[in-house]
């Protein structure tokens, strides 16, 4: 595993679920902040390796990808479980490589509550389009799972953010 980086080759093998994260996205929402805001929306958004891994698109394809990006943020966001007094930069997140499957890398404090939760892995699985919701808008949905090592019976389980 290399440094600030959670998986760099996501395998369920001997692993224990320590939480399941899900997010939709409004493409037609991040197609407007988008428009409206152009780069100052991605460099809010993005780390500057998922920029990097932008260039080229243009159009309904750049649209697509950030907004599979936001939907895996917010999903990783729901596993790690931070208070709402412990905010981040999005850029802390990195959803890199292929769309599909992607790697997750984080950095600061969300590597810090990764690290708490002894979470060795995430999984990150994103659609190749959107659905039609039930709204009538293009919507991308995300899952991810924390996945922690398999614990023995003399292993206690350590306690999730905000649990006593």
């Known amino acids: 595993m290399?440094?600030?980086?959670?998986?760099?080759?996501?395998?369920?093998?001997?692993?224990?679920?320590?939480?399941?994260?899900?997010?939709?996205?409004?493409?037609?929402?991040?197609?407007?902040?988008?428009?409206?805001?152009?780069?100052?929306?991605?460099?809010?958004?993005?780390?500057?390796?998922?920029?990097?891994?932008?260039?080229?698109?243009?159009?309904?394809?750049?649209?697509?990808?950030?907004?599979?990006?936001?939907?895996?943020?917010?999903?990783?966001?729901?596993?790690?479980g931070p208070s709402d007094a412990d905010p981040w930069p999005w850029r802390h997140i990195e959803v890199v490589g292929d769309a599909r499957r992607p790697t997750v890398r984080l950095h600061g404090r969300p590597r810090e509550l990764a690290d708490r939760l002894e979470i060795h892995e995430l999984v990150v699985e994103a659609p190749d389009l959107p659905r039609r919701s039930t709204y009538l808008t293009d919507t991308i949905t995300v899952t991810a799972v924390g996945l922690r090592p398999a614990r023995t019976a003399d292993q206690p389980t350590p306690p999730q953010e905000g649990t006593p």
């Open 2 to 80: 290399s440094e600030g980086c959670v998986a760099e080759r996501p395998s369920t093998r001997g692993a224990q679920v320590a939480a399941v994260g899900v997010d939709t996205a409004d493409v037609g929402e991040v197609g407007r902040s988008l428009d409206a805001y152009a780069d100052r929306y991605r460099d809010f958004l993005l780390s500057p390796r998922e920029r990097a891994e932008q260039a080229g698109l243009t159009g309904r394809a750049l649209v697509l990808d950030t907004a599979r990006r936001w939907a895996a943020k917010e999903a990783v966001t729901k596993v790690l």
